[in-house]
């Protein structure tokens, strides 16, 4: 038996066919997109800087994480996601191949591969398939949908010479920019490509799609977990759904990284021929069927949103000249020969633009949007976490109060945990415990109520931000804040505490600082400047919360959304 990927791959992928006699086409294996004709961006070349963070997890000061506005991933490579209020999404940058940290670190996963043990199969109706052969947990990486990346005319050229009974896998990613251009990257693993090529349609899928750039802007089409998928389940994907459709319904991180992107789509062509609009921002869920005349082809995936038809879309079946399409918008696989269209991408994708000005770009979205992305995780008590939660409310951010039985009643924001979810926590308490040396559990179940509810406060956040007492020996904050920090530092989540302990003497004001942030490096607090909100963050601290720790918070929101 041969290994589909012919050792490309981490993990050797096998093929099961107990229905006929067919055997897989002759494919030459990529595990990544590489250069077909007419793409004038090489996949493969090196133009992103890359980070020197050598002797702690990339954190928030990164230059990756920050072109990534935050993190992406958690710590077992899960992508975070965030809310579907604002329609734009955060990029996905990851660690490249000139960053000096390590190949472990929590910002690379797409570029590690296969990790989850997957086998291409023989369906009945549907031709080629690929199925997990283990459990693959929520928002846990898949596998790419990679191929030769195409120039828009040879995407044309292929799609329109084929029959209606040849199979064909151009996918076409859109990204609408601010100004009206539209850039293209088409992708087309016919010939050369990886497993994502068998993956077959869904109207209810089990996965999703996310777009993710490593060394370059080429954009890597990259398949996640939309829930958790079991063995021997085949896997899918909504060839008309929406990118990033995931977390009931919130919209996981897509690439809208050049100049405020305000509409993303990708155009996806099945084996049978069939294409079909994948929305990054919930604008259009089904395609037209009316529109799809006599090609249209029934649908097999057996669902029960079931729409009866596979998707289609005819646009790289028409004429180039054809009014319908608009190929003078088209910049990042290049179709135009004129002097006009080269120049004006060079003025797109000069050299320096994913270097120098990435972040600037993405931090130029209007505030209402960028604000709507955040959340704050909270315990709702008084003093420092009320006063996080009326200082987001203020910018409009939402505040998730966890809690149980008995507690914060009255907060309106209030989620309640289970006896099951809170014990949950207990075994991310007593790890915590081993440095902070206290008691638990205690004889007080409320007690030990409010410690297992901290866990949920950090437990899906990118960052925390504490007002509280750090310990003398700058390794520990006191006080029950000491609970939430210590389970966030095993997590290797970044943190930052505002001292009220230090420099009691100071008159504070605003600009003053006096915050510090825990350095893995070197395993204690260290003084630094006023650091700015994550987009899902944990805003806590003491409950006796003096005026000085009041501005200190303001300083955040103030750094964060007005500088």
């Given at each position: 038996m041969?290994d589909?990927c012919k050792?490309e791959?981490?993990i050797?992928v096998?093929v099961e066919n107990?229905?006929?006699?067919?055997?897989?086409?002759?494919?030459k294996?990529?595990?990544?997109?590489?250069?077909?004709?007419?793409?004038?961006?090489?996949?493969?070349?090196?133009t992103?800087?890359?980070?020197?963070?050598q002797n702690?997890?990339?954190?928030?000061?990164?230059?990756?994480?920050q072109?990534?506005?935050?993190?992406?991933?958690?710590?077992?490579?899960c992508?975070?996601?965030?809310t579907?209020?604002c329609?734009?999404?955060?990029?996905?940058?990851e660690?490249?191949?000139?960053?000096?940290?390590?190949?472990?670190?929590?910002?690379?996963v797409?570029?590690?591969?296969?990790?989850?043990?997957?086998e291409?199969?023989?369906?009945?109706?549907?031709g080629?398939g690929?199925?997990?052969?283990?459990n693959?947990?929520r928002?846990?990486f898949?596998c790419?949908y990679?191929?030769?990346?195409?120039?828009?005319?040879?995407?044309?050229?292929?799609a329109?010479s084929?029959?209606?009974d040849?199979p064909?896998y151009?996918?076409v990613?859109?990204?609408h920019?601010?100004?009206?251009?539209?850039?293209?990257t088409?992708v087309d693993?016919t010939?050369m490509?990886?497993?994502?090529?068998?993956?077959?349609?869904?109207?209810?899928?089990n996965?999703?799609?996310a777009?993710?750039?490593i060394?370059?802007?080429?954009?890597?089409?990259?398949?996640?977990?939309?829930r958790?998928?079991l063995?021997?389940?085949?896997l899918s994907?909504?060839?008309?759904?929406e990118?990033?459709a995931?977390h009931d319904?919130?919209?996981?991180?897509?690439?809208n990284?050049l100049?405020?992107?305000?509409?993303?789509?990708?155009?996806?062509?099945?084996?049978?021929?069939?294409?079909g609009n994948?929305?990054?921002?919930?604008?259009?869920k089904?395609?037209?069927?009316?529109s799809?005349?006599s090609?249209?082809?029934?649908c097999?995936?057996?669902?029960d949103?079931?729409?009866?038809?596979?998707?289609?879309?005819?646009?790289?079946?028409?004429e180039?000249?054809?009014?319908t399409t608009s190929?003078a918008?088209?910049?990042?696989?290049?179709i135009d020969?004129?002097a006009?269209?080269?120049e004006s991408?060079?003025?797109?994708?000069k050299d320096?633009?994913?270097?120098?000005?990435?972040l600037?770009?993405?931090?130029q979205?209007e505030?209402?949007?960028?604000?709507?992305k955040?959340?704050?995780?909270?315990?709702?008590?008084?003093?420092s976490?009320?006063?996080?939660?009326?200082?987001?409310?203020?910018?409009?951010?939402?505040?998730?109060?966890?809690?149980?039985?008995?507690?914060?009643?009255?907060?309106?924001?209030r989620?309640?945990?289970?006896?099951?979810?809170?014990?949950?926590?207990d075994?991310?308490?007593?790890?915590?415990n081993?440095v902070?040396?206290?008691v638990?559990?205690?004889k007080?179940?409320?007690?030990?109520?409010?410690?297992?509810?901290?866990?949920f406060q950090?437990r899906?956040?990118e960052?925390?931000?504490?007002?509280g007492?750090?310990a003398?020996?700058?390794?520990?904050?006191?006080?029950g804040?000491?609970w939430?920090?210590?389970?966030?530092?095993?997590?290797?989540?970044?943190v930052h505490?505002?001292d009220?302990?230090?420099?009691?003497?100071t008159?504070?004001?605003?600009?003053?600082?006096l915050?510090?942030?825990?350095?893995?490096?070197?395993?204690?607090?260290?003084?630094t400047?006023t650091p700015?909100?994550t987009?899902?963050f944990?805003?806590?601290g003491t409950?006796d919360?003096p005026?000085?720790?009041k501005?200190?918070?303001r300083?955040?929101?103030?750094?964060?959304?007005?500088?």
């Amino acid at each position: 038996m041969s290994d589909v990927c012919k050792g490309e791959e981490n993990i050797q992928v096998f093929v099961e066919n107990f229905i006929d006699d067919e055997h897989l086409p002759d494919v030459k294996y990529t595990p990544f997109n590489v250069a077909g004709p007419g793409c004038e961006c090489d996949p493969s070349e090196i133009t992103y800087t890359g980070c020197d963070c050598q002797n702690e997890p990339c954190g928030t000061n990164c230059p990756c994480i920050q072109r990534s506005v935050g993190h992406s991933y958690d710590v077992n490579g899960c992508l975070l996601s965030n809310t579907q209020a604002c329609p734009i999404s955060k990029p996905i940058l990851e660690c490249n191949s000139l960053c000096q940290c390590s190949s472990s670190c929590q910002n690379r996963v797409v570029q590690n591969g296969l990790k989850f043990r997957v086998e291409v199969f023989r369906t009945e109706q549907k031709g080629w398939g690929l199925k997990a052969l283990e459990n693959i947990p929520r928002n846990q990486f898949v596998c790419e949908y990679a191929g030769e990346v195409l120039g828009y005319k040879e995407a044309h050229r292929r799609a329109s010479s084929q029959s209606k009974d040849d199979p064909n896998y151009i996918h076409v990613l859109k990204e609408h920019l601010q100004n009206g251009k539209v850039l293209k990257t088409c992708v087309d693993p016919t010939y050369m490509g990886n497993i994502g090529r068998y993956i077959n349609h869904c109207c209810d899928p089990n996965l999703y799609m996310a777009v993710v750039r490593i060394d370059n802007e080429v954009p890597k089409l990259a398949l996640f977990a939309k829930r958790e998928i079991l063995d021997e389940e085949e896997l899918s994907f909504d060839y008309a759904g929406e990118i990033g459709a995931t977390h009931d319904n919130e919209a996981t991180s897509v690439c809208n990284y050049l100049q405020n992107c305000n509409k993303n789509k990708s155009t996806y062509i099945d084996e049978n021929g069939e294409s079909g609009n994948i929305n990054m921002f919930n604008e259009t869920k089904i395609v037209d069927m009316m529109s799809m005349g006599s090609v249209s082809k029934p649908c097999y995936c057996g669902s029960d949103t079931c729409r009866g038809f596979l998707p289609f879309d005819h646009e790289l079946y028409t004429e180039l000249d054809s009014p319908t399409t608009s190929h003078a918008e088209d910049q990042n696989c290049k179709i135009d020969d004129d002097a006009d269209s080269r120049e004006s991408d060079e003025d797109l994708w000069k050299d320096e633009l994913p270097n120098d000005v990435f972040l600037q770009l993405t931090t130029q979205l209007e505030t209402k949007c960028e604000v709507a992305k955040y959340v704050n995780h909270s315990g709702g008590a008084i003093g420092s976490d009320l006063f996080w939660q009326q200082m987001s409310g203020n910018y409009g951010i939402q505040t998730r109060v966890y809690s149980f039985k008995g507690h914060s009643p009255n907060n309106p924001s209030r989620i309640e945990l289970s006896n099951t979810e809170l014990k949950e926590a207990d075994i991310h308490l007593h790890k915590a415990n081993k440095v902070l040396h206290r008691v638990f559990p205690s004889k007080s179940s409320f007690v030990n109520n409010l410690l297992r509810r901290d866990w949920f406060q950090i437990r899906d956040t990118e960052g925390v931000f504490a007002v509280g007492k750090i310990a003398k020996n700058r390794k520990t904050v006191e006080g029950g804040t000491g609970w939430t920090v210590q389970m966030a530092l095993y997590e290797q989540k970044p943190v930052h505490v505002f001292d009220c302990r230090r420099n009691k003497s100071t008159k504070v004001t605003e600009g003053t600082c006096l915050w510090h942030r825990f350095s893995f490096k070197q395993r204690k607090f260290v003084v630094t400047d006023t650091p700015t909100l994550t987009y899902s963050f944990t805003g806590i601290g003491t409950r006796d919360l003096p005026e000085r720790g009041k501005v200190a918070i303001r300083d955040v929101f103030l750094k964060t959304f007005e500088h």
